[in-house]
C-alpha cells in the first residue's frame, strides 16, 4: 500500500537516500532541507507527487507553514522520519563556542518538537502514523570530541520516549540508531577513516523495508537499523 513519508533533511546523506528509495517503492515523498538547488534537483529527478521544501527544522514559522501545505495539499503523513541533524566539529567540550553549541541544539533538538508539535495533532485526528527520530549510536554511548551532538542524541532518546507514552493508541514514537554510514556527517568525525563504511544507497536499501514495517507494536522502543 501506498504510503506518504514525511523526511526531514533530504538534500543529502541517509535523507536523501531514502527519498529516492522510498519514491523507486511507489511511496509519496514530502522532504525539506535548507539547501535550495539540492532540493530543485530532488524535486527535477522525483517529480509529482513528492514535493521537497526549503525549510530549517530550526525555525518554527517555517515547519509551520510547511506542515500546513503537506497535510492541505498531500495529506497527513503515515511516517514521520525526522532525520534532520548536524554534528559538532571535533573539539572538547570547553572549547566548542556558544553559537556553535547553539545550532546543535537548536536544529537536533528543538528541531525535532517543532516539526512534532506540528505534525502530532494532524495525526491524532487521523488515529494511526508512526514517528521515527534518528538518534545514534552517541544517543546511547559516548565518545570524545563529539559531546554536544551526544547530549543531543541522548535527549532525543529521552524526549521520543516520553512521546511514546503520551500517543493515543494507533501511533508509534520510536527512537532510532541508524547506525554507522559514509555521509558527509561521518566524514566530519571520522575523517578518512569513514570511507571504509557503507553507503546512504546502500543502508537505505536495507533500512526502507524495516521502516515500512514500523508500528503501534514498535511504540517506545528503542530500535537500531539493520
Ligand atoms: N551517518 C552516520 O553514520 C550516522 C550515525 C548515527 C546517526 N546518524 C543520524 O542520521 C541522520 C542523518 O545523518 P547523515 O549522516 O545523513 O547527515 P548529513 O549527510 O550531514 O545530512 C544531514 C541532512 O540534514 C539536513 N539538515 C541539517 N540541518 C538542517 C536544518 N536546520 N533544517 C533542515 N534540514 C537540515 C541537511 O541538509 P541541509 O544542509 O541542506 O539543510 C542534510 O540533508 C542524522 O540525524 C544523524 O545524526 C547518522
Redesign the pocket.
Given at each position: 500500500m501506498s504510503k506518504i513519508i514525511l523526511i526531514?533533511?533530504?538534500?543529502?546523506?541517509?535523507?536523501?537516500?531514502m527519498a529516492k528509495g522510498f519514491a523507486r517503492e511507489g511511496h509519496t515523498v514530502v522532504g525539506?532541507?535548507?539547501?535550495p538547488e539540492?532540493?530543485e534537483k530532488l524535486s527535477e529527478a522525483l517529480g509529482a507527487p513528492h514535493r521537497f521544501d526549503?525549510?530549517?527544522?530550526?525555525?518554527d514559522q517555517e515547519v509551520a507553514q510547511w506542515i500546513q501545505n503537506v497535510t492541505n495539499n498531500v495529506g497527513v503523513p503515515d511516517l514521520v522520519l525526522?532525520?534532520?541533524?548536524?554534528?559538532n566539529h571535533n573539539a572538547p567540550l570547553w572549547e566548542i563556542d556558544s553559537d556553535e553549541f547553539d545550532?546543535v541544539i537548536?536544529?537536533?533538538i528543538k528541531?525535532v518538537q517543532n516539526v512534532i508539535r506540528h505534525i502530532v495533532p494532524p495525526m491524532i485526528r487521523k488515529g494511526s502514523g508512526v514517528i521515527v527520530?534518528?538518534?545514534?549510536?552517541?544517543?546511547r554511548s559516548t565518545s570524545p570530541e563529539v559531546a554536544p551532538?551526544c547530549a543531543?542524541?541522548w535527549a532525543?532518546e529521552g524526549l521520543t520516549r516520553a512521546l511514546a507514552q503520551e500517543l493515543p493508541t494507533g501511533l508509534a514514537a520510536i527512537p532510532l540508531?541508524?547506525?554507522?554510514?559514509?555521509?558527509?556527517?561521518?566524514q566530519?568525525c571520522?575523517g578518512a577513516g569513514?570511507s571504509q563504511?557503507e553507503t546512504?544507497e546502500i543502508?537505505a536499501a536495507k533500512a526502507i523495508p524495516f521502516l515500512i514495517e514500523l508500528g503501534p507494536k514498535d511504540n517506545g522502543k528503542s530500535l537500531t537499523a539493520p
Amino acid at each position: 500500500m501506498s504510503k506518504i513519508i514525511l523526511i526531514t533533511g533530504v538534500s543529502k546523506g541517509l535523507g536523501h537516500a531514502m527519498a529516492k528509495g522510498f519514491a523507486r517503492e511507489g511511496h509519496t515523498v514530502v522532504g525539506c532541507g535548507r539547501n535550495p538547488e539540492a532540493l530543485e534537483k530532488l524535486s527535477e529527478a522525483l517529480g509529482a507527487p513528492h514535493r521537497f521544501d526549503s525549510v530549517d527544522v530550526s525555525n518554527d514559522q517555517e515547519v509551520a507553514q510547511w506542515i500546513q501545505n503537506v497535510t492541505n495539499n498531500v495529506g497527513v503523513p503515515d511516517l514521520v522520519l525526522n532525520n534532520a541533524a548536524i554534528i559538532n566539529h571535533n573539539a572538547p567540550l570547553w572549547e566548542i563556542d556558544s553559537d556553535e553549541f547553539d545550532r546543535v541544539i537548536d536544529i537536533n533538538i528543538k528541531g525535532v518538537q517543532n516539526v512534532i508539535r506540528h505534525i502530532v495533532p494532524p495525526m491524532i485526528r487521523k488515529g494511526s502514523g508512526v514517528i521515527v527520530n534518528f538518534s545514534s549510536g552517541w544517543g546511547r554511548s559516548t565518545s570524545p570530541e563529539v559531546a554536544p551532538y551526544c547530549a543531543t542524541k541522548w535527549a532525543i532518546e529521552g524526549l521520543t520516549r516520553a512521546l511514546a507514552q503520551e500517543l493515543p493508541t494507533g501511533l508509534a514514537a520510536i527512537p532510532l540508531n541508524p547506525g554507522v554510514i559514509n555521509t558527509d556527517m561521518l566524514q566530519s568525525c571520522f575523517g578518512a577513516g569513514a570511507s571504509q563504511f557503507e553507503t546512504a544507497e546502500i543502508w537505505a536499501a536495507k533500512a526502507i523495508p524495516f521502516l515500512i514495517e514500523l508500528g503501534p507494536k514498535d511504540n517506545g522502543k528503542s530500535l537500531t537499523a539493520p
